[in-house]
Structures are given as C-alpha cells and as structure tokens.
C-alpha cells in the first residue's frame, strides 16, 4: 500500500524554501525539532496566489473541493 503522504525532505524543502522567502519563520527549537510560525496572514498568502497568475485551474478546483468538503464537515458538527 503506497503512502500519500509526501516525503519528509520534500516538506523539509518546502518549509526552508518559504522560510527563504519570509513566508514562515522559525521560532524555536525543541531538541532537533524546529518550530516555524506563519510570518504573513493566509489572506495575503491567498491573495499572492491570486494576483501571482500561477494557479492553474485544477489547483482552482482542488481548492474548491477542499473547501466544500470542510463546509460540509463544519455543518455536520
């Protein structure tokens, strides 16, 4: 059974490459843990994908069926 899940070096990768690009930061290290934190609001993080014109239109639709999924689940709550 394969995993969905994406490798460990590739988050690793992405966490460092958004922390290059002050998406994230790091605030503290627990043993060999590094913690990160958000350094700018999803809102502007959205609106750069937006304005960015590098969303396709399956990434449009992933996003819309994510968030009905989530509507969904907050309803059935």
Request: charged share 30%; hydrophobic share 40%.
């Amino acid at each position: 059974m394969s995993s969905s899940l994406p490798a460990y070096t590739t988050v690793q990768t992405t966490v460092y490459r958004t922390e290059a690009k002050k998406v994230r930061r790091r605030t503290k290290k627990i043993a060999t843990a590094l913690i990160f934190e958000a350094a700018v609001t999803r809102e502007a993080a959205e609106l750069h994908l937006i304005d960015s014109g590098t969303l396709s239109l399956q990434d449009v639709r992933a996003t819309e069926k994510t968030l009905l999924k989530l509507s969904e689940e907050e309803k059935a709550q």
